[in-house]
């Protein structure tokens, strides 16, 4: 009984002082394996989505930066928030970063218009059933040279948008940016 008592408190102890409560997705996408605030890398993000295997190759239909699951009907969108000349050219160095806890500011590819098939599924989503999931890192590379995982930040819903190729789009969170996270995620003031 001791031990018990004791166990419970320390698990509290380190609940109550977590970083990152992982949150379940809820609806049509309470089926993925993947958690709001939990980190993934490519292959386990992809193989969720039910578009490539761990370890397999980047589906033909992979772009810099998003994915398109049919089988969920979901838009994953890869964001790293500090881009540095190494890593990527003055073309993919979108504007990407968290305007409020709950609004991020996002840009499409290049390529993307408001009219183009993409643009309007972003456009609207919430009318086709479809879903937006926001995944962030802070870097392309971690201290130790490998790539740095991606944060479900979680399920995202068009608010409005600005320009064509790129798209400016802001998406409204389903949950609020954990405190570490918005410290890198705003615009540097």
């Known amino acids: ?26 609806g049509n996408l309470s089926k993925l394996p993947l958690k709001v605030h939990s980190s993934y890398n490519r292959s386990e993000i992809l193989a969720a989505l039910d578009v490539a295997r761990i370890g397999g190759q980047l589906p033909r239909t992979w772009a810099q930066g998003v994915q398109w699951s049919e089988k969920y009907q979901t838009d994953a969108l890869f964001i790293t928030s500090e881009k540095d000349e190494k890593n990527f050219s003055p073309t993919v160095r979108y504007k990407d970063y968290a305007r409020t806890r709950t609004l991020f500011h996002w840009e499409s590819q290049n390529s993307t218009s408001e009219t183009s098939p993409t643009g309007l599924r972003y456009q609207q989503h919430e009318q086709r059933g479809s879903h937006v999931l926001l995944f962030l890192r802070r870097y392309k590379d971690s201290d130790i040279g490998t790539s740095q995982p991606w944060m479900l930040l979680g399920p995202a819903t068009y608010v409005e948008h600005r320009g064509s190729k790129p798209m400016a789009i802001t998406w409204r969170l389903e949950h609020e940016l954990p405190a570490d996270v918005w410290t890198y995620a705003a615009p540097a003031h």
Do not use: G, K, M, W
Request: hydrophobic content about 40%; proline content about 4%.
């Open 1 to 26: 009984r001791r031990f018990r008592d004791e166990l419970t408190q320390v698990l509290s102890y380190v609940i109550d002082r977590a970083d990152h409560n992982p949150i379940a997705l809820t």
